[in-house]
Nanobody, 129 residues
């Protein structure tokens, strides 16, 4: 059974940082692309970042470029989202998702989710201004 478990969310002041983790099990990690998405109340789910684990390539939405970084530890089957200079607009539930046939630049540009077969339960990030 494939499982994705996010952790690391919480309450932080504007300008602060958080590091989210996505722990994966039940899949051949290197075969997958991991995406980070977020959804604020009343808004559509949007793509934040994406990494292709086979080659470490990454993509970011324009709204987080220069502030967020994505990394992976293939030995631990984990992907991390480092979020710096957080703003109130970053407040959302953050999800990680795994898919096989995924083109990251397209994902962060249009925010499509159908390429991702597996999803975590989400972790809340709240940024106070």
């Amino acid at each position: 059974e494939v499982q994705l478990v996010e952790s690391g969310g919480g309450l932080v002041q504007a300008g602060g940082s958080l590091r989210l983790s996505c722990a994966a099990s039940g899949l051949t990690f290197d075969d997958y692309t991991i995406g980070w998405f977020r959804q604020a109340p009343g808004k559509k789910r949007e793509a934040v970042s994406c990494t292709r684990l086979a080659d470490g390539s990454t993509s970011f939405a324009d709204s987080v470029k220069g502030r967020f970084a994505i990394s992976s530890d293939n030995n631990k089957n984990a992907v991390y989202l480092q979020m710096d200079s957080l703003q109130a607009e970053d407040t959302a539930v953050y999800y990680c998702a795994a898919g096989v046939t995924v083109y990251c630049p397209h994902i962060v540009e249009v925010g499509t989710t159908r390429e991702f077969k597996y999803w975590g339960q989400g972790t809340q990030v709240t940024v106070s201004s």
